[in-house]
């Protein structure tokens, strides 16, 4: 296993027309190209992990209780994976190249077994998609500088309710972080 697709938040809170946070249309977009970067990391023998926020309502210890509107809530609806990204999901969930984690922060390493695993795989390069551009992506392509990975963005893989902040993060990614971002 040379790399890692890390999927991010790509829930139906974040994503879904009618999510509690959602980023609408232009993270819908994203749908199928992620669904099929899924497929074509497992075909490759490649690591492929799924991030996603889990909150519990009103958590008096939780910094986004008080920046954001309730998503991602244990056992809702709003955490699993949107569409055919969640079918991908739930078509590999047990296989032994996809792992699952929860996160409690904006970045994918924060408080999870995200470096870990990688390091035992010996994986270097990390593929980053989901949502959105310049919050949860741009936390963890941060922490994966921090700890030395390669870092790869697809544009047709990101997306954010901010668009001046998804262009801004993307020339960051490029420009500060060493990324190589793949545009359209
Ligand atoms: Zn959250």
Known sequence: MEKALIVIDYSNDFVATDGALTAGEPAQALDSYIAGLIEDFID??????IADDLHVLNDPYHPETELFPPHNLKDSDG???YGETGQAVKKYLDHKNLYFTDKRRYSAFTGTEVDLR???RGIKEVWLVGV???????HTAVSAYNLGYQIVVPEAGVASFNEVGHEWA????EGTLGAKVIRK
């Open 170 to 173: 993307l020339s960051h990614f």
């Open 118 to 120: 990688l390091r035992e």
């Open 132 to 138: 959105v551009t310049d919050i949860c992506i741009l």
């Open 44 to 49: 490759q023998d490649e690591y492929v992990i």
């Open 79 to 81: 955490r699993h994976s």
